[in-house]
Structure formats: structure tokens, C-alpha cells
């Protein structure tokens, strides 16, 4: 018998057909599904090699051990050639049985790629990338903020880019300096590429390195060095940008309601840019006096080019954060006035611009107490911009400022897969996981806010929050203590007292705290009657709090601290009052005990 008609008998045609159909169809469902939950890529790798390696021992054994051989039996009467060739014959029908089986699966999950997860064809992202911080290698500090600015710059345009997961600034750069190695720090962003390289801005000269990292093995897939004048900085940043997505095989973004952003001023003004990277660089530090700073300079960028809509966008936001953190009274309303006109500014100039839309949000939300319209500014800025971070976390607070705390946690999850380093996101899942009574996942949530950012402030101030709700004086006293000095720290250590039998220390902190912060803290001081089951000092406060637009009304359908009082009558009219829903229930944990 001939090789192949001895390769036909033992059915070593019908083994490689079914091995090559269900090899085929792991690593499709490997690739597709293990990214999804977040497994190392280096898992698809042993999956892919196991599968291709596994291919001549499977042909191997098929040979060796015949598929169609007939196990002797006992009556010789089914022992007889016709009896052979039967089971022959029924054993490859089973293999053809399996193939087409295999086949089959494989149609489907064709169609399931193309059909859903690509959405007719758009590629679902499976390559990650983080820009770290560039290196400024200046030598002088004070051109920080213009390497900064770069690695900025390329984080929104590879955003651009479908198939493309790209990590936000606010982990990214928690790696400024860094000591560890690729490896550990894309485990840590959950990423499978890094961006890094030195910025040098010398006279009328900018020279950059930048070097695409592999982060399984720290392998470099691609690197370059430029040297060009600063008047071509911007079509350097689209030659560093154009270079790194075709490294990755990625494409401009297809969703026909999202536009390309840009961070350029559309005048090509380098000033202009120079000082909104200035403002970026300030606004990110986030103190009074930063924002401040950060205000100066996107005016500047402003005044250089009338037309620089981001400028005025991220005017608009800074001035409300400003005003919302940090003001009080008549300077808090002109605040929000002059984040008004900014706004309106920005989406004049350019309508199609996500960040405009955030801005106009934020101002809604904040200062309006528009919850519907700033949903629908929100949605319109992740329809422009579909993985805008920012607009994913603001319209996670404002689902749970409306009482939808599920849907606020689901986003602001989501927020953090692109920005898992982000301690601010932290701290709102920390207060999202409260109001659901999951304490012990709240206390970790603002834990690891503390790890990112240890001096920022609120963080210890929820732990104190948290120890209230379990009724451990001793913890939400020392959480209190730990807080930075100032407002944060007032309004915990007279929450953290309330449950203390010691009634004078807890008259004296309340009296202390409303003589300093009365103005500006009517919301807290009504979280602190609350406490003391001061239902009529509660709703005197709440009234106070609403009539001075305090921000801290965004908290009332999901703040643990006023939970016995949300089927009060009261309670209902304050939040038919402020446009938010009469909740129906409590939430789901124990009431505050002194």
C-alpha cells in the first residue's frame, strides 16, 4: 500500500482537518476572550504555541495509534473483513461528524468577530499602550511642563485610533521617574506596550527620542531620534504618532459620530500651545493656587488665538473646579460666571470638540444643578470622544447623584480600565461602594486612592466616614487626625465625634466647625446633624446648603450619613426641589449609632 492510501486508512487526513479546525477555533476564542478579563497577554502566547506545536504530535499519534483500528473481541464471527470495514466506515463518519461540528463552531465565531465584536467590521481593541512621562532632559525644571505637554499630546492622538486601548494621563505619569521595569509597570496599567523617551528643547531646536516597548520581554519594537526646529513641533508629534500606530496596526477611529480631537491651536500659533501646555501643567497639580496659575495661562493661549477652542474649554473647567472646591459667595458666583462665558466660547468655535462639551457639564451640574441637561452634554462628549476619561467619571457622579449607584459603579470600573492608577476615580468608587454598605470594598477603594496620592485631600476623610458607618469611634477619630489640615479635616473630626459618649467634645466640635466653615460647609454641617438624629437641624442646613448652590446636594441620594432621614416627608420636597428623584427606600446599610 502506497504512502497515501496507508495515510487515507489510518485517517491522518481526517486528524489534521479536526486538529486545524479546533486549534483554529481556541486561539480565535483565546485571543477574543482572555483580553476581555484582563489576562496577560503572555498567556496567548503559551496558547497559540501549544496549539501550533501540538499539531505533528497529534498527526504523530494519529499514525501510530490508527483512529479506525479495531480492538480485537472475543467473537471471531465479528472479526470478519465486512465486520472491519463497518466499524472503519462508522469510525470516520464520527470524524466527519466532529470535523463538521468543528467547521460549524467556526462559522459562528467568524460572524460573532465580525458581526458584534468588530461591529461590522471596526477592530475591537486588543493592543494597549501607555505613554509614560518623557524625560526632560533639559536640565532645567521650569521646561517640565513642555515635555509633559508632548507626552500629553500623544496620549489624545493615539486615542484616535480604534483597536487601540490607550491608558489616561493620570496613571500613566504616576510612573514619572520611575526605577521599575517594563514589565512591572505595564502589569500595573494593564497594558501590553509602552511609549517612552526624553524631551530637549533647546533655542529654536527640539530634539526627541521616543522608544515603543514590548512589555512581555522589554523588547524594543521601534525607536527614533529627531532633531527639528520648534516650528515643525507639530508635524514632529504627527510623525511620532503616524509611526507608533502603524507599529501597532492601528487605524483612525470609523464610529461616524466621533470626530478627531486635537490639542493644537487651529491657528498653528506655537505660543499659544506653549501656554496651554503651561495651563495643562498647572490645572493637573490641582491646589487653589494651581488652578489659579493654570486660569493665567489658558487666558494667555486665549488671547494669542481667539480661535483656540480647547483653551477655552479647559478655562471653562478650571474655573468651575475653582469655584465648586474652593470658593464661596460672590467670588464662587463669578467663578462660575466667567466658566459660563468660556463654555460658551469653546462650543461657538467648535461644537464638535468633546472637551467643550465636558465643560459645559461640569458648569450644568455644578453650579445649574441641570442633571439632565448635564447628562446630555456628557453623552454628547463620549459620542465626539468615546474613551474621554474625564467624561466617563463626571457622568459616573452624576448617575449616582440621581440614585443610579449600579450604573455609577459600572462606569467608573470602566473609567478605570483605562486609568486604573487614577486616585480621584478611586475615591468615587470608595463612595459609590458606601452607599451600597459594601464597607470593607469601600475602605480598600479609598486605601488605595491614599497609596496613589497620599496628601490629597478626602481620602481619610471618607475612611472616617466609613469607621461612622461600622460605629468605631477610635478609627474615624485617628482617620479624622490623619487628614490633611484644613476644611477636610474640621469636617471629619466633627463627624468622627458625634458617636462619642462624650457629648461636650461633640457640641464643641460641631460649634467649631460651623463658625469657621459655615459659610461654604452647609452640607456637611447637615451630615453632622444627622448624626446627632437632628432631623430639624438636618433639613435647616439642607435648606441653607441648596440656597448657596453647595455642590454637596449632588450627594443626597446616595450619602450613607442621611439615610435615616430619606423617607422623610422633608426629604422628598428638598429633592422634588433640587430636580432629583424621591428615593423610595433606604439604602442598604445600618443606621449611624452614637
Known amino acids: 500500500m502506497n504512502l497515501i492510501a496507508e495515510l487515507k486508512q489510518r485517517n491522518v487526513y481526517r486528524a489534521a482537518t479536526l486538529y486545524a479546525a479546533t486549534g483554529w477555533l481556541l486561539v480565535q476564542i483565546t485571543t477574543q476572550v482572555l483580553p476581555f478579563f484582563d489576562v496577560p497577554n ?4 503559551v496558547i497559540v504555541i501549544a496549539v501550533f506545536a501540538g499539531f505533528p504530535v497529534a ?3 494519529s499514525w501510530f495509534y490508527d483512529w479506525s483500528a479495531i480492538p480485537p473481541v472475543p467473537d471471531e464471527a465479528d472479526a ?40 461590522g467590521g471596526t477592530a475591537q481593541a486588543s493592543e494597549s499602550i501607555a505613554v ?4 526632560n532632559a533639559s536640565g532645567d525644571k521650569a521646561e517640565q511642563y513642555f515635555s509633559d505637554g508632548l507626552s500629553d499630546d500623544l496620549i489624545s492622538a493615539l486615542s484616535q485610533f480604534s483597536g487601540l486601548r490607550v491608558i489616561s494621563r493620570n496613571s500613566s505619569f504616576q510612573f514619572r521617574d520611575s526605577n521599575e521595569d517594563s514589565r512591572s509597570i505595564a502589569e500595573k496599567l494593564g497594558v501590553n506596550h509602552l511609549l517612552d523617551g526624553t524631551v530637549r528643547r533647546a533655542g529654536t531646536e527640539v530634539r526627541i527620542t521616543a522608544e515603543l516597548i514590548n512589555s512581555a520581554d522589554g523588547s524594543t519594537l521601534w525607536s527614533q531620534s529627531y532633531v527639528r526646529p520648534y516650528v515643525d513641533l507639530f508635524d ?14 492601528a487605524t483612525l477611529l470609523a464610529d461616524p459620530e466621533s470626530v478627531r480631537q486635537s490639542e493644537h491651536p487651529p491657528s498653528g500659533n506655537l505660543e499659544a500651545y506653549n501656554a ?4 495643562r501643567f498647572y490645572e493637573a497639580r490641582g491646589t487653589e493656587a494651581d488652578f489659579r496659575k493654570a486660569i493665567e495661562f489658558y487666558q494667555r493661549a486665549t488671547s494669542m488665538d481667539n480661535r483656540y477652542a480647547l483653551a477655552q474649554a479647559r478655562l471653562s473647567a478650571t474655573w468651575t473646579t475653582l469655584s465648586g472646591r ?9 467663578g462660575y460666571s466667567m466658566a459660563r462665558d468660556a463654555a460658551d466660547r469653546a462650543l461657538n468655535l467648535d461644537n464638535s470638540l468633546a472637551a467643550a462639551h465636558v465643560a459645559r457639564g461640569m458648569l ?18 463620549l459620542e465626539l470622544q468615546p474613551n474621554n476619561s474625564a467624561a466617563i467619571a463626571l457622568r459616573s457622579s452624576l448617575l449616582a447623584t440621581l440614585g443610579r449607584v449600579d450604573e455609577a459603579i459600572e462606569l467608573i470600573r470602566l473609567s478605570l480600565k483605562s486609568d486604573a492608577l487614577n486616585a480621584q476615580s478611586l475615591h468615587k468608587l470608595g463612595a459609590y461602594l458606601m452607599a451600597q454598605g459594601k464597607l470593607d470594598e469601600a475602605e480598600q477603594a479609598f486605601r488605595d486612592a491614599i497609596e496613589l496620592q497620599p496628601d490629597a485631600n478626602g481620602n481619610f476623610e471618607q475612611l472616617a466616614i466609613n469607621a461612622v458607618l461600622r460605629g468605631d469611634l477610635k478609627a474615624a477619630v485617628a482617620f479624622a487626625q490623619q487628614e490633611p489640615k484644613g476644611d477636610w479635616r474640621d469636617a471629619a473630626m466633627a463627624r468622627a465625634l458625634q458617636i462619642s459618649p462624650d457629648r461636650v467634645a461633640a457640641d464643641a466640635a460641631l460649634q467649631v466647625f460651623i463658625d469657621k466653615q459655615a459659610g461654604k460647609a452647609a452640607y456637611q454641617i447637615a451630615q453632622v446633624h444627622a448624626l446627632r438624629k437632628d432631623g430639624d437641624g438636618v433639613f435647616t442646613w439642607l435648606a441653607r446648603a441648596w440656597d448657596s448652590r453647595d455642590p454637596g446636594i449632588g450627594l443626597l441620594l446616595y450619602d450613607p450619613l442621611l439615610n435615616a432621614y430619606r423617607l422623610d416627608p422633608r426629604f422628598a420636597a428638598l429633592c422634588r426641589a433640587v430636580g432629583l428623584p424621591v428615593p423610595v427606600a433606604a439604602l442598604p446599610l445600618p443606621v449611624p449609632s452614637r
Open 364 to 381: 450644568m451640574v455644578w453650579n445649574d444643578f441641570d442633571w439632565t441637561g448635564g447628562e446630555a452634554e456628557y453623552h454628547k462628549a
Open 80 to 119: 470478519s473483513p465486512d465486520a472491519e470495514l463497518v466499524k472503519q466506515n462508522s469510525t470516520r463518519r464520527k470524524l466527519d461528524r466532529w470535523i463538521i461540528a468543528a467547521l460549524s463552531l467556526a462559522l459562528v465565531v467568524l460572524l460573532v468577530d465580525e458581526l458584534v465584536l468588530n461591529r
Open 236 to 249: 514632529l508629534q504627527a510623525s511620532i504618532t503616524k509611526a507608533v500606530a502603524e507599529q501597532l496596526k
Open 326 to 334: 474652593f470658593l464661596e459667595g460672590v467670588e464662587m458666583r463669578r
Open 59 to 61: 498527526m504523530l499519534l
Open 132 to 135: 509614560l512621562p518623557f524625560s
Open 276 to 279: 496651554y501646555l503651561q495651563g
Open 42 to 45: 503572555w498567556v496567548e502566547r
